[in-house]
Nanobody, 125 residues
Framework: QVQLVESGGGLVQAGGSLILSCAAS????????MGWFRQAPGKDREFVAA????????DYADSVKGRFTISRDNAKNTVYLHMNSLKPEDTAVYYC??????????????????WGQGTQVTVSS
C-alpha cells in the first residue's frame, strides 16, 4: 500500500510559478511510474504529466507542454511538478498518482492504482 501526500499548492497570479511536491511512503517508490492529474470544478479529472521510474521518459498534456516540468527524486521518494507561466485555466485540484507499470507512462487515470488527497492551485487573472 502506497500513501501519497501532495503539497505546494496555493494562490498565485497569472504568469507566476509554483512547485508541487508529492511524497510517497509505504512502498518501493522506484517501482512506480508517477503521474499528475488535475480536476477543475465541474470538469472531469484530466491528465497533466507523467514520469517513468528512472525519469528517462516523460509525457505532458498539450495544455501544459513547455510550461510544466515533472521530475522525481527516488532517494527522497518524491515527485515534483514545476509549473511556470500559470494561467487562470490551470486552476484546479492537483493530484499525484502511482502507476505500477514503472516502465511506461499513461494518460489514463484508471491505470493509476494509488492517489493522493490533492492540493488546490488557484491562479488569479
Amino acid at each position: 500500500q502506497v500513501q501519497l501526500v501532495e503539497s505546494g499548492g496555493g494562490l498565485v497570479q497569472a504568469g507566476g510559478s509554483l512547485i508541487l511536491s508529492c511524497a510517497a511512503s509505504g512502498g518501493t517508490f522506484s517501482s512506480y511510474t508517477m503521474g499528475w492529474f488535475r480536476q477543475a470544478p465541474g470538469k472531469d479529472r484530466e491528465f497533466v504529466a507523467a514520469i517513468t521510474w528512472s525519469g528517462t521518459s516523460t509525457d505532458y498534456a498539450d495544455s501544459v507542454k513547455g510550461r510544466f516540468t515533472i521530475s522525481r527524486d527516488n532517494a527522497k521518494n518524491t515527485v515534483y511538478l514545476h509549473m511556470n507561466s500559470l494561467k487562470p485555466e490551470d486552476t484546479a485540484v492537483y493530484y499525484c498518482a502511482a502507476h505500477s507499470n514503472a516502465w511506461s507512462t499513461s494518460r489514463l487515470s484508471r491505470a493509476y492504482r494509488y492517489w493522493g488527497q490533492g492540493t488546490q492551485v488557484t491562479v488569479s487573472s
